[in-house]
């Protein structure tokens, strides 16, 4: 008879089990407790046949503000956000709504991967990691995907790599084309994010870093 045993995904041994999901959000303000969040996107991330991780799929939502939010005008300003645009409040969904929709993607993604949970990723990602943690609080979800303070920074690897914190001149330098035109909009924002931590792992990769690795748990 033949063995039906599952062969686990690779990218579930690459992170103790967590899938890497970029996260961005675009808000009115820098307060996640007080502040409107406005747009969340979030990015999966895959493993292609030769260890190389890729981005997967890509889920975006605008966002109502919550009851009583606080919307700073200098924030609009610097998003190019227009809560007034008829097209943006046809697509706007609550806040529990557009969680759902990114979480939706994501559970299914870290099952598919044999992963335990996801971890976020985000440039200067304690950022987009409160207005989420916030949004989840409001909302009175109990069951987050995401590891609830673990995260991957990509500001801080991009200073590493590249000696850049900036998104746009990091992704520059990475070979990564960026159109400052369409900055600040979370999927934009995203889906570079997304670029450019996949182009620094393959890096550490290609230059044995994660071999090393494995022999050391080897070893271990």
């Not at 033949?2 to 970029?22: D, E, I, N, Q, W």
């Not at 697509?91 to 991967?113: D, G, I």
Request: net charge negative.
């Amino acid at each position: 008879m033949a063995s039906t045993s599952h062969v686990k995904h690779p990218m579930s041994g690459r992170f103790r089990g967590y899938l890497p999901v970029v996260v961005d959000v675009e808000t009115a303000g820098f307060n996640a407790q007080t502040d409107a969040l406005l747009e969340i996107a979030a990015t999966t991330i895959t493993m292609d046949e030769s260890g190389m991780l890729i981005p997967e799929h890509t889920v975006a939502c605008h966002v109502e503000p919550f009851e009583g939010a606080n919307i700073e005008q200098s924030a609009l300003e610097f998003t190019r956000i227009d809560l007034d645009n008829p097209l943006r409040k046809s697509m706007s969904v609550p806040e529990n709504e557009a969680l759902s929709q990114v979480f939706k993607s994501v559970r299914k993604s870290v099952k598919s991967h044999d992963c335990t949970r996801a971890i976020l990723v985000g440039h200067n990602s304690s950022f987009d990691q409160g207005f989420l943690n916030a949004a989840v609080s409001r909302c009175g979800i109990k069951r987050n995907p995401f590891h609830p303070f673990s995260s991957f920074d990509t500001a801080t690897l991009g200073g590493m790599a590249f000696g850049q914190t900036v998104l746009a001149r990091a992704c520059k330098l990475a070979g990564i084309p960026f159109d400052n035109d369409q900055a600040h909009s979370a999927r934009y924002d995203t889906e570079r994010t997304a670029e450019l931590f996949c182009s620094i792992i393959n890096r550490w990769k290609e230059l044995g870093g994660w071999a090393l690795t494995e022999q050391a748990l080897e070893d271990d």
